[in-house]
């Protein structure tokens, strides 16, 4: 406790051993922040265009809304046609803070104002998650799966002061912090040698602003590495803040043995005919400790038949691995040694 005390008074935060946000006060997104949706902005002249959207009959949405309606996917309550400020969102989960927009051929000439409405949504703690039109009517279930990783419910977290800043931290808050500085390259980097029989200091963070952006970024990590919450999508400031996929596909059928694995052009076959496409080569390749979990994974079922979850499972463990990538080199945009 006397380290805890120390990193309190050195960030002026106090430390609670629960903190669970109050009833009604905000729900904790996958990333970690928490989102005040109680009072979401809402413009009353797009009521009746909503309506108009519900009833329009696009086969897409209809085919989602068939399988998230009534609570079907884990309970949670989705609303379609939802208007949020002077927008109107696909569909909308106020547990989870969760927007589904799913994209057809119009909104390729519409990418500036997407990309705008995207930002103004993320800005009041929303999630935002693009699914492609053709992949809801091709794979819905893969779709489901893919809305699946990216719910969740609120958890540990420390609650937001009125002024939306965050003045008390939990136990929950150090673990992510600490996670988030043992995945920073730079630190590894720093201290390889160290690392090779024991951990070194985990250094005490430098004020409020980067103890919280660490906290958020080793929570991602957190989820991402249980299958929590391994997103789908994610917003990419290097190509225009346009949403880019993680979607892993499976689009040939056969009999689903594993034979040789390998991988050729962002594909990673299991065998002559059948593979796994958008695998990005750096999840194939990615090393945690002394193996690579996307090849290691497949050759420990060679000569196995995979089932759907056996498939599912790979596709979100390629996911996690391109989704650890990202997340570990936003530490070390945050992270001073």
Known sequence: MQIVGAIAQGLGLSFTPEKIP?????????????????????????KERARELRKAGNLSEVLFWNAVKNKQLNGLDFDRQRVIGNYIVDFYCHECALIVEID??????????????????????????????????KSLSGVIELVKLNTT???????????????????????????????????RETYKE????????????KNAAIFWQLVALGGQLRQTHLLEACPATRMDTGSQGMPISYAINYPVGGNNVVDKPSFDAGKVYINA????????????????????????WLKDRKGRTLNYEDIAHYQKIIAALAETDRLMRAVDAVFEV
């Open 104 to 137: 057809g051929s119009t909104h390729d000439d519409k990418q500036e104002y997407d990309a705008q409405r995207d930002v103004f949504l993320k800005g009041l703690g929303l999630n935002v998650l693009h699914v492609q039109d053709i992949e809801v009517k």
């Open 22 to 46: 109050l009833q009604n006060e905000g729900v904790a997104r996958s990333d970690g922040v928490v989102a005040k949706l109680n009072d979401l902005p809402y413009n009353p002249a797009l």
């Open 273 to 296: 005919t059948q593979y796994f496409e958008n695998v990005p080569e750096l999840a194939w390749n990615f090393y945690i400790g002394g193996y690579q979990p996307a090849q290691k």
């Open 194 to 205: 160290f690392l090779k029989i024991d951990f070194p200091r985990v250094p005490y963070p």
């Open 153 to 187: 419910t609120p958890s540990l977290r420390a609650t937001p002061s009125t002024e939306g800043e965050l003045k008390t931290f939990a136990p929950i808050d150090l673990l992510d912090y600490i996670y988030a500085v043992l995945h920073s390259p730079r630190y």
